[in-house]
């Protein structure tokens, strides 16, 4: 692997930690996306479905997996700093403690479902990526990320949500959470499509062509 492909690796790699961080950290919020409501974390986290498709375009799987348990490593270092900042005593002149504990607090049960939605939905992302590269023998890449990424934000979806509330809200309401939620990740995957083929296009210097061939 040539210093150029490490730099821009490492480029990637950041902004994956990056998507993966933020998501975590802002997943609390809720926003209306048109007449869905949904954490705003869903505009980030489906940034990590691309940089893996990304990764695993030019560099591999076995490069792509990497970065799929280094993320996962970061999401559990940032779970334990975040209960240190929430049961650290605050200075007496601070004022804002309330505000970090909102931010910073997670039930473990929120924690649980976060991981095992992560692992689950990138492990498969990597793995479906390759299977359907290898069926089409190379071409449409826009095959391989859609299809990969369309399912893996399903069961990234499914896990999280059912794990993180079930029967602590009714089950028409779990539901339709799983729905709206998935289906702003599908419009945000379908969107993503060209901007995989421009980063493929920036990291490996070549634009995938002849793909209907």
Request: hydrophobic share 55%; with cysteine; charged share 15%.
């Amino acid at each position: 692997m040539t210093e150029k492909l490490n730099e821009k690796l490492i480029t990637l790699t950041s902004i994956f930690v990056f998507a993966i961080v933020a998501s975590n950290v802002t997943a609390s919020k809720l926003v209306n996306l048109g007449r869905f409501v949904v954490p705003i974390a869903v505009l980030c986290y489906p940034v990590t479905f691309a940089i893996t498709d990304i990764v695993s375009e030019v560099y591999g799987k076995k490069i792509a997996r990497r970065i799929v348990w280094a993320g996962f490593f970061v999401s559990i270092l940032l779970a334990l700093y975040s209960r240190i900042v929430v049961v650290y005593p605050p200075a007496d002149f601070f004022e804002g403690n309330e505000a970090f504990v909102k931010v910073f607090s997670s039930t473990p049960r929120i924690v649980l479902a976060s991981m095992v939605a992560y692992v689950a939905s990138q492990t498969h992302d990597v793995w479906a990526f390759h299977v359907w590269k290898k069926l089409t023998k190379g071409r449409h890449l826009w095959v391989r990320n859609n299809l990969s990424t369309l399912v893996s934000q399903f069961i990234d979806t499914c896990l999280f949500i059912t794990i993180a509330f079930l029967n602590v809200v009714p089950g028409e309401i779990l539901v339709r959470m799983i729905f709206s939620q998935y289906i702003v990740k599908f419009i945000i995957a379908i969107i993503d499509t060209p901007f995989v083929y421009l980063g493929v296009k920036l990291v490996s210097g070549r634009w995938i062509v002849a793909e209907t061939n």
